[in-house]
């Protein structure tokens, strides 16, 4: 497989398929740059070696449709200064304006083409359409993570254009790939996931691949709760899977077989409404009052899981232990992100990431002191689970 940094891409007009998929506001500015920050290195090397660079990505979900508030029109500025040089932009991503603008471009330039997306063919994966834009081009780089799980045009189909040594990942393919792999094949012992969220049906595929790979596994979350009710717990009105409680059972008795140290969340911050001025209490998981909910884990709970994740050498958090957009039920979520940067600190490898708990880690601003966040959600969870990435496997098949 073509590695990115060897590449020489002097004079070579080159198709990098982004993930600009920034937040705006009703202003049409940027409210987090960290998408744009995170494919600044796989640009400035093509521009640097001298390619010229046709960047393309989608924004949004326009459904096919030319609609303005998701046009990448919007981050050329930012894009512009950033790199350092004048992102040339047309509003389009195929046809005869575009293949002008790639044919013009020169040593060092940068063109951002308009959204994919605003063609159903890219989800479509329509290989007229991926044709059009490999056309473009002499060589492909996937550079779009977080969209790796999908087979669409830009991010599957185009690559079959291209001769295996003329389409490669960028950089940030490259560190997901390699900090995935220290993670579930090259760890050090012991290795903890922890998983939160919302429901156990989301993450049940990664539970169970999970339970092969890890020491231990740490379970808080919405999702605790289906456990606590399958155990014969009272949990109240807090969040539970009334069709999972089968499936909890199976879980425990499934970590007990293979040998892992499962930690359920001892208590909760209970709260007798879901809102941020909702009366509290603290309770045990097992007595949690009739119209009373767990949206955060306990006192004790963050006691039991620091004590494991510091002695951790490998740690995987996939969830928020608690209703972390509010306030009130922060502190769970954030005291793990705080062990886990300890952890790190005396040498543990940690990848955050799929989910929520990349934003609950910006949120509590620890980006800095993990050893790796992921960019993409779903894309992650799905290669965690084990499932072949369409747009992984268009590079290295
Ligand atoms: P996920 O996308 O599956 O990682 O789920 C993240 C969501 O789970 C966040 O929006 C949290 O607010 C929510 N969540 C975490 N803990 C709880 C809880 N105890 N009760 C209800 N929702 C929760």
Same mark, same amino acid.
């Given at each position: 497989?073509?590695?990115? !940094?060897?590449?020489?891409?002097?004079?070579?007009?080159?198709?990098?398929?982004?993930?600009?998929?920034?937040?705006?506001?009703?202003?049409?500015?940027?409210?987090?740059?960290?998408?744009?920050?995170?494919?600044?290195?796989?640009?400035?090397?093509?521009?640097?070696?001298?390619?010229?660079?046709?960047?393309?990505?989608?924004?949004?979900?326009?459904?096919?449709?030319?609609?303005?508030?998701?046009?990448?029109?919007?981050?050329?500025?930012?894009?512009?200064?950033?790199?350092?040089?004048?992102?040339?932009?047309?509003?389009?991503?195929?046809?005869?304006?575009?293949?002008?603008?790639?044919?013009?471009?020169?040593?060092?330039?940068?063109?951002?083409?308009?959204?994919?997306?605003?063609?159903?063919?890219?989800?479509?994966?329509?290989?007229?359409?991926?044709?059009?834009?490999?056309?473009?081009?002499?060589?492909?780089?996937?550079?779009?993570?977080?969209?790796?799980?999908?087979?669409?045009?830009?991010?599957?189909?185009?690559?079959?254009?291209?001769?295996?040594?003329?389409?490669?990942?960028?950089?940030?393919?490259?560190?997901?790939?390699?900090?995935?792999?220290?993670?579930? #094949?090259?760890?050090?012992?012991?290795?903890?996931?922890?998983?939160?969220?919302?429901?156990?049906?989301?993450?049940?595929?990664?539970?169970?691949?999970?339970?092969?790979?890890?020491?231990?596994?740490?379970?808080?979350?919405?999702?605790?709760?289906?456990?606590?009710?399958?155990?014969?717990?009272?949990?109240?009105?807090?969040?539970?899977?009334?069709?999972?409680?089968?499936?909890?059972?199976?879980?425990?008795?499934?970590?007990?077989?293979?040998?892992?140290?499962?930690?359920?969340?001892?208590?909760?911050?209970?709260? !007798?409404?879901?809102?941020?001025?909702?009366?509290?209490?603290?309770?045990?998981?097992?007595?949690?009052? #009739?119209?009373?909910?767990?949206? !955060?884990?306990?006192?004790?709970?963050?006691?039991?899981?620091?004590?494991?994740?510091?002695?951790?050498?490998?740690?995987?958090?996939?969830?928020?232990?608690?209703?972390?957009?509010?306030?009130?039920?922060?502190?769970?979520?954030?005291?793990?992100?705080?062990?886990?940067?300890?952890?790190?600190?005396?040498?543990?490898?940690?990848?955050?990431?799929?989910?929520?708990?990349?934003?609950?880690?910006?949120?509590?601003?620890?980006?800095?002191?993990?050893?790796?966040?992921?960019?993409?959600?779903?894309?992650?969870?799905?290669?965690?689970?084990?499932?072949?990435?369409?747009?992984?496997?268009?590079?290295?098949?």
């Amino acid at each position: 497989m073509q590695q990115f !940094d060897t590449y020489s891409f002097s004079g070579k007009k080159v198709i990098v398929r982004l993930d600009l998929n920034v937040p705006l506001n009703s202003e049409y500015e940027i409210t987090d740059q960290t998408r744009i920050n995170a494919a600044l290195p796989t640009v400035k090397k093509i521009i640097k070696d001298g390619g010229k660079a046709i960047l393309i990505s989608h924004l949004g979900r326009p459904g096919g449709e030319r609609l303005q508030k998701y046009s990448l029109r919007h981050i050329v500025k930012s894009l512009s200064k950033k790199l350092n040089v004048t992102v040339q932009f047309v509003g389009d991503c195929i046809g005869e304006e575009v293949s002008e603008a790639a044919n013009k471009l020169k040593e060092g330039e940068v063109l951002l083409l308009e959204n994919l997306r605003y063609y159903p063919q890219e989800k479509a994966g329509d290989p007229s359409f991926a044709k059009k834009l490999a056309d473009l081009a002499d060589v492909y780089v996937n550079d779009a993570f977080g969209t790796a799980h999908r087979a669409h045009a830009s991010t599957a189909v185009i690559s079959s254009f291209f001769g295996p040594k003329d389409k490669m990942f960028g950089y940030v393919i490259e560190n997901e790939l390699e900090a995935i792999q220290k993670v579930l #094949e090259n760890n050090d012992r012991p290795f903890t996931a922890i998983m939160g969220g919302a429901k156990i049906s989301d993450k049940i595929l990664l539970i169970e691949k999970m339970l092969d790979k890890v020491d231990n596994l740490i379970i808080g979350g919405g999702m605790s709760f289906t456990f606590f009710k399958a155990l014969g717990g009272n949990v109240g009105s807090s969040l539970v899977e009334e069709d999972k409680l089968n499936l909890a059972k199976i879980i425990l008795d499934l970590a007990k077989e293979k040998d892992v140290n499962l930690f359920l969340p001892p208590d909760s911050i209970i709260a !007798d409404s879901f809102g941020n001025d909702a009366q509290l209490d603290v309770k045990d998981n097992m007595e949690i009052p #009739e119209q009373w909910m767990g949206l !955060d884990i306990g006192p004790k709970a963050i006691e039991d899981f620091k004590e494991v994740i510091a002695k951790s050498k490998t740690i995987l958090w996939n969830g928020p232990l608690g209703v972390f957009e509010m306030a009130n039920f922060q502190n769970g979520t954030k005291s793990i992100a705080e062990a886990i940067v300890e952890a790190t600190k005396n040498g543990a490898y940690s990848l955050i990431g799929g989910g929520d708990s990349a934003a609950a880690i910006n949120t509590f601003n620890l980006q800095n002191d993990v050893s790796y966040i992921s960019t993409g959600g779903g894309a992650l969870l799905e290669f965690l689970e084990g499932k072949k990435l369409p747009g992984i496997a268009a590079i290295v098949d």
